[in-house]
């Protein structure tokens, strides 16, 4: 997901919603409404109370009736249903399908299992972050991904590129768009048991990261059991004619427990847990290793490269990175993205990407960049914002522990 300080910009908005029309708003803070790609829930937002703002090109509800701050915590409580279908899905097909896409991203493609996913980076020749995505191997001549809303025309045409190169040298890989379907996020502790209501399948059987084909409220779905708030959950790619359908499907089986939540509550979810967003906290000019993602390059791909800036990422591995992502705790306002972080001296070491209030801490948290050396845990910082500096100190991530559905 993309974008800047969604949860501040809900507030913001929010307290001009109430003081002027909706429209001039709407206009003030990115483009005017004919512009927007609607999702075929688009009205059944509006009717549930949704607050639409433009996001990457598409109207979305960046709250409902709830404060952001009750969404939040509603969400880690009970349950959520986000609308993501601005983000973009797509299949990779042919029996050259994995080691194209080895050549563009960092993960060990041909190592998953069928049915198995990941969190992959799609990396240029520097090294950096085109985009971050989940990536599922269907079977050996099939991959799901999807790739995030603001960063689609550049991803696609990534693609596009390699894959005319590859195929003009006999390559056999193919793709499909898949603009004909909605993607729905079902998130919190009720997301497994409300839509086992929905599904003959056993759901206790998918584990986090798995990928399964199946009939849900009588659509054909892809379900994958992941998420971008570190609750259990499932996002579930659908036949857009039935989207509506499962989204009312969904909120009536959990009997009002799982509500409608938008990208204001999304930002703040992630947030807690440590995940990064697009286009603040990693950018093409960020390494897998400088985002804390190291983790998500293979074995196999660490002694072997293949993918592009294998030699930056890889000599970074061996003599570590210059710059690190960190998590932090702080007083007084939140921090901002690009407030300046100081050391205990006063001399500049990074700059924050992303922060705000925690509904469920209660308290301040950040994530950014500061120099190697000083991102160890406990190293106390201050942070400058608006020409005052307030202490802070770096802390591990996530901030809220994660709950995701693994085998015991």
């Not at 979810?269 to 804390?292: F, I, K, S």
Request: hydrophobic share 35%; net charge positive.
């Amino acid at each position: 997901m993309r974008g800047a300080g969604l949860w501040q910009l809900g507030q913001s908005i929010t307290r001009r919603l109430a003081q002027s029309d909706k429209k001039t708003v709407a206009r003030r803070y990115f483009a005017s409404e004919a512009e927007l790609k609607k999702t075929v829930l688009h009205d059944f937002h509006v009717a549930h109370g949704g607050k639409m703002v433009p996001f990457a090109g598409w109207s979305m509800p960046i709250q409902y009736k709830d404060s952001i701050m009750d969404s939040t915590l509603n969400c880690r409580q009970n349950g959520s249903l986000f609308d993501v279908s601005h983000m973009c899905g797509l299949s990779l097909k042919g029996k050259d399908c994995v080691p194209f896409l080895e050549k563009l991203v960092i993960a060990d493609v041909a190592g998953l299992a069928p049915g198995a996913g990941t969190l992959t980076v799609f990396t240029n020749e520097k090294g950096g972050a085109i985009d971050d995505s989940v990536i599922t191997k269907v079977k050996d001549d099939h991959i799901y991904l999807v790739v995030n809303a603001g960063c689609r025309d550049k991803d696609l045409a990534h693609i596009e590129e390699h894959m005319k190169a590859f195929k003009a040298k006999g390559g056999d890989v193919s793709w499909h768009i898949h603009d004909e379907r909605s993607l729905l996020a079902l998130q919190g502790p009720l997301a497994a048991p409300t839509l086992q209501h929905l599904t003959k399948q056993d759901l206790s059987k998918i584990y986090f990261g798995e990928f399964h084909i199946l009939d849900i409220n009588g659509a054909h779905c892809f379900l994958t059991r992941t998420g971008y708030t570190g609750e259990d959950g499932f996002e579930i790619s659908v036949p857009s004619e039935n989207a509506v359908d499962l989204a009312k499907a969904i909120l009536e089986k959990s009997e009002g427990k799982v509500r409608l939540t938008g990208l204001g509550a999304r930002d703040s979810l992630r947030l807690e847990a440590g995940l990064c967003l697009y286009g603040n906290d990693m950018e093409q000019h960020v390494t897998p290793v400088e985002a804390g993602l190291t983790w998500a390059i293979g074995k196999r791909r660490r002694a072997e490269g293949g993918f592009l800036g294998a030699e930056v990422i890889l000599k970074q591995l061996e003599s570590g990175p210059p710059v690190r992502r960190v998590g932090f705790f702080s007083s007084g306002p939140p921090p901002r993205s690009h407030s300046e972080i100081q050391d205990d001296k006063g001399k500049s070491i990074g700059e924050v990407t992303s922060g705000g209030f925690s509904p469920c801490l209660k308290k301040n948290i950040a994530m950014g960049y500061v120099k190697s050396g000083s991102h160890k845990a406990g190293t106390k910082v201050k942070f400058v914002i608006r020409g005052k500096a307030y202490d802070g100190v770096v802390t591990k991530m996530p901030f809220v522990p994660t709950k995701y559905y693994k085998p015991a």
